[in-house]
């Protein structure tokens, strides 16, 4: 299926040239419409029923489950963030002194920290892969790096599908392939591929995948998504909550304490996890994100890119080979020449929203962009040389 262009579904002036959904997706105005019912629904308390807090759930979960190739919706748990997600991960996992944690240089915060504290509480050590120096074949030989830099010590390989800065694929099948090996867990941060690029838990079985809902899932702020393998079906939530416990649907048996969960990875949705102005955007967002697909958007990207990418080349700037990197988001080298402050100034005057990361602009796109889009951004870079 090929996609044509899907500005007519948002509310995005004219006027603007918006390149950063990897910070924050601009909502269709179908979530709109399902945040204002959300918001109708809460006037009108009256009008909730049992139901309302479980049904909605329910569908939520079944439609990440499709997205991600999973066939039990009951191993995806609602949380509110990236980083309740990786912290839930990490509160299961057990280490001993020296055992290894390996990150990738300069991940996300939330996919950092959580890394770091875990390893000072067993005296485990981090190992960071560096990115390669060298701009030439920088892709492949950092996941080259990845697969030597998983040993016998290694117990957890924590990182993202791809680079959340620069775009950069990592090779997660054998990344999977080389911590079985080595028995070590794959905790994936799918916030910045998922929903854009295919992803398979079939394909890659990863132990967790942990993803943020309000980029490319175009979720409300707030929201997330989790799916947890078999290592985690007996663990510890983070919290205590009463819909996470078997038979809380029976609301007049509430104090009859279960003290069991709900199977799988019910016992780590987050409480108010029924948000009934969250749950009816995250659903109205999960199908539209189904029916355009993650392949046909990626598809899409690389088909607007395609030209600029070239430009951006031909005038001193490094975009990775298209083999190591994704189209939905990629970081371009800036020219060391080049006055970042004089071109943060050019792209505001011609209403061009983009990431700058050091000497890096990262450039994330969606079905309301345009070729032409990418061509008023290189009409402005070149103009800065």
Request: one cysteine or more; glycine letters at 6%; charged letters at 25%.
């Amino acid at each position: 299926m090929k996609l044509q262009n899907q500005k007519h579904l948002f509310s995005i002036p004219e006027e603007i040239t918006y390149l950063n959904i990897a910070s924050q997706s601009p909502s269709f105005k179908a979530v709109e419409q399902a945040g204002i019912e959300g918001v109708l629904e809460k006037s009108h308390p009256f009008k909730i029923t049992g139901d309302s807090y479980f049904e909605p759930v329910k569908k939520v979960k079944q439609l990440f489950a499709k997205l991600i190739d999973v066939d039990d919706y009951n191993r995806i748990a609602n949380i509110p963030s990236a980083s309740y997600g990786l912290a839930t991960v990490a509160k299961n996992i057990t280490l001993k002194k020296n055992d290894e944690i390996l990150l990738v240089e300069s991940q996300f915060p939330s996919n950092y920290y959580v890394w770091e504290k875990l390893a000072h509480k067993f005296d485990a050590k981090l190992k960071i892969i560096a990115m390669p120096k060298s701009t030439e074949n920088r892709g492949k030989i950092w996941n080259e790096s990845i697969l030597s830099g998983i040993s016998e010590n290694t117990k957890v390989v924590a990182l993202g599908n791809i680079h959340w800065a620069n775009g950069t694929l990592f090779d997660l099948k054998s990344i999977r392939k080389k911590a079985t090996e080595k028995k070590a867990l794959l905790i994936i941060d799918g916030s910045q591929s998922v929903g854009a690029l295919p992803f398979s838990v079939k394909e890659i079985q990863p132990d967790a995948l942990i993803c943020a809902g309000y980029k490319w899932l175009f979720g409300p702020y707030g929201c997330g998504y989790a799916y947890f393998g078999e290592y985690f079906d007996n663990g510890n939530p983070l919290e205590e909550n009463w819909s996470n416990r078997l038979h809380s649907e029976n609301m007049t048996g509430l104090t009859s304490y279960q003290p069991k969960y709900k199977p799988l990875a019910n016992r780590y949705s987050v409480g108010e996890h029924a948000s009934f102005i969250h749950i009816k955007m995250q659903i109205a967002a999960l199908e539209q994100v189904l029916e355009w697909t993650p392949k046909a958007i990626q598809e899409y990207c690389k088909d607007i890119t395609s030209e600029a990418v070239i430009t951006l080349k031909e005038n001193g700037c490094f975009v990775e080979h298209d083999a190591f990197r994704t189209h939905h988001l990629f970081g371009v080298e800036l020219p060391k020449q080049m006055d970042i402050d004089v071109l943060k100034s050019t792209l505001k005057e011609a209403n061009i929203f983009i990431s700058f990361r050091v000497n890096y602009i990262r450039l994330s796109c969606h079905l309301y962009n345009t070729k032409n889009d990418f061509k008023k951004l290189t009409d402005c870079i070149i103009k800065c040389l």
